[in-house]
């Protein structure tokens, strides 16, 4: 769209006269569970998972939502809606800056560069408000910032953006996951609190991503826009399409770089984004489709871009995780052979797992062994990003 590429342009305008093509490709990514309200007798409120998850009609709950309403709470993010797919599950917007999916009572937005995710939250609230639903569950993410001095208010520190989710909801905890001078991942989790006897949500809900740094530049050329090649050729020959092949896809290459693209299989989603400039070579790969065995998946994804270095979190629910394969092997885990992905060159630099109250996460960063050597104005810019970020403190 004109918008887009008037916006890139600029910022490739501005990183140019400073010397630098400085994109902020990791995302904020927020997800929120929602359950109706309704009156008990009591007088109180009472809620019901199943009340808006009928498969048949397709705009129940948030789904309901006109375009129009969406664009508004996006306006305050600093982000437009490119397009949209669906199917009789959820829809899937694909973003200026990267992504959002909506199902009945479930929101994901994610968001790159320097929007400003946290101020659509009062919206969204009031969003779901509006048709009846109260929050469940709250997920908030996003890697380390490689510029955090270009970011604006709430998003210029983990701190700030703590500080305003607790805000908006309860029972709050925030964890800095892996090195605080390396890549890391930052995590905040409102969990809403179970009564003794309550039924909790039993639905499968897992999230697997992949966030890679120091793409291989010779698979980066898709990733340009080329008015010779459409989206679908550049999804195609970067291997993208090959991740799912009976996926529905909405895809789109920026002007004069960058690449986004949402996939729907039945009820499960999966998205990329790619920031392909050298100087800040980033791609998320984020999926919620249910797999005994996310091992091939992670493979595939790395082959199409070859990183030098990566973050991986597989995060679910009790249900979902127990589904996970029981793997044989010395370094492998429910679900993921680690030692498999060792074997394309990577050391583990980190392995993490957290069990919170509903949920576990396994959390793993890797990097090829060679990499430290080879890149070291690479290494002084993630250090220098980190350094800023920290000092500014989470207190």
Known sequence: ????????QAEAMESSAAGTTAFEGPEKVLEVWFLPICKSKGGGSSSSPRLLLQKDDRKSGLRAVEKKVWERMLALVKCQILSV???????AYLLSESSM????RQVVLKTCGTTTLLNAVPELLKIARSIGLGVEDVFYNR???FFPEKQLHPHRSFADEVKALDTYFTNGAAYIVGKLNGNHWNFYNAERKQNVGEEVNQEEDVTFELLMTGLNPKLMKPFYYDSKLTPAQATKVSGI???FP???IDDYVFEPFGYSMNGLVKDGYFTIHVTPQKSCSFVSFETNIVLLDYTELAEKV???FEPKRFILTLMGNEPSMAK??????PRVKQGLDVGKLCQNGFDVADDIQLKFQHYSLVFLALDRANARVKNKKEESLLLKATKSETEKGYS
């Open 302 to 304: 790395l082959k199409c």
């Open 324 to 329: 996970l394969k029981k793997l044989d092997g």
């Open 143 to 145: 890697q380390n910032y």
């Open 1 to 8: 769209c004109k918008w887009c590429r008037e916006r890139l």
């Open 85 to 91: 797919i669906g199917n009789e599950y959820l829809d």
């Open 241 to 243: 399409a090959d991740l």
């Open 101 to 104: 999916f909506v199902y009945p």
């Open 246 to 248: 009976s996926a529905i």
